[in-house]
């Protein structure tokens, strides 16, 4: 019955922050068409028909979080070049992790502690 995802949602506390890692570093455009809410936020086409969904909300979460994203809750995006995303990470000095099983991906935590895998398609 499932044929796809339209959007995940992560937890934030800075749009500018946010709004800098996933529109300067990451490449993704805003969504302008994200009606009035009762909070702020933020939506990121990833393509025309996925999303990121920034949500400025009180963060249920613990604060502690394993080293390793690949050992924390995450969601996984296929990207078309490794290199040029780990050279931007190393720019700003945004720490990452390589894929611990050796495949061609990194795990990176947004400014929220959110994490994200990168995966070489």
Not at 4 to 19: E, Q, V
Not at 35 to 46: K, N, R, T, V, Y
Request: glycine share 4%; with cysteine.
């Amino acid at each position: 019955m499932i044929t796809a995802i339209h959007h995940t949602s992560f937890i934030i506390s800075d749009i500018n922050a946010s709004r800098h890692f996933y529109s300067d570093i990451l490449g993704l455009k805003p969504d302008t068409t994200r009606p009035d809410m009762s909070f702020d936020g933020l939506w990121l086409d990833i393509n025309e028909s996925q999303q990121i969904h920034l949500l400025c909300v009180d963060n249920p979460d613990p604060e502690m979080r394993p080293e390793h994203g690949g050992r924390d809750r995450h969601t996984a995006f296929f990207i078309t070049d490794l290199a040029v995303l780990q050279m931007r990470l190393d720019k700003e000095n945004i720490p990452y992790t390589l894929s611990q099983s050796g495949r061609l991906a990194l795990f990176v935590r947004d400014p929220d502690g959110n994490t994200l895998e990168m995966i070489q398609r």
